[in-house]
């Protein structure tokens, strides 16, 4: 068997604080280098981008 196949729930854990640890810095980076003004157009160009989106239809049989 191979080794980075092994199901292993302590390895999960410390891969995933190790991945949350780097976002947390990536959105730390992201919000000290961004002025609001920009994170504002960000937002705004993401909520006109889902307003031009067709409907998504979810069905119960689906979920």
Known sequence: MEE?????????TN?????EKSYVEAASKFIQETPLDKMHEIAEAARLKRLMEPPKWVFP???
């Open 4 to 12: 980075d196949k092994v199901n292993n729930p302590e390895t999960k």
């Open 15 to 19: 891969d995933n604080a190790v991945d």
């Open 61 to 63: 049989e689906d979920t």
